[in-house]
């Protein structure tokens, strides 16, 4: 099974930044594709942004695209969410995930459902 942890939420002031990290188990990080999806309390899961396996393309939702930043560290087996520019409607449990389907395309790797696995969640908090 593939273990992902999520760190970094936490309080922020609008207009303020946080990055939140990622860390998987296991030596075949690069094989995964990754994503950040987001839950508000009384919402669907919602789809933030991917990046692709050699970390060269990503896909943004609208609603952060210009503001947020998804990166990836394969030697680290770690995944980052940059956020910038923090509005109060971002607030949110944010999710890591990971696809093992390596044929995706990134359009299609906003659907939550063609993820394998998640990670338990961090909180963030956008408010003055």
């Known amino acids: 099974q593939v273990h992902l942890v999520e760190s970094g939420g936490g309080l922020v002031q609008p207009g303020g930044s946080l990055r939140l990290s990622c860390t998987a188990s296991?030596?075949?990080?690069?094989?995964?594709?990754m994503g950040w999806f987001r839950q508000a309390p009384g919402r669907e899961r919602e789809f933030v942004a991917v990046v692709s396996r050699t970390g060269l393309n990503t896909y943004y939702t609208d609603s952060t695209k210009g503001r947020f930043t998804i990166s990836r560290d394969n030697a680290k087996n770690m995944v980052y969410l940059q956020m910038n520019s923090l509005k109060p409607e971002d607030t949110a449990v944010y999710y890591c995930?990971?696809?093992?389907?390596?044929?995706?395309?990134?359009?299609?790797?906003?659907?939550?459902?063609?993820?394998?696995?998640w990670g338990q969640g961090t909180q963030v908090t956008v408010s003055s």
């Open positions: 296991g030596p075949t990080f690069s094989n995964y594709g």
């Open positions: 995930a990971a696809t093992t389907d390596p044929l995706l395309s990134l359009l299609r790797r906003r659907n939550a459902r063609n993820y394998n696995y």
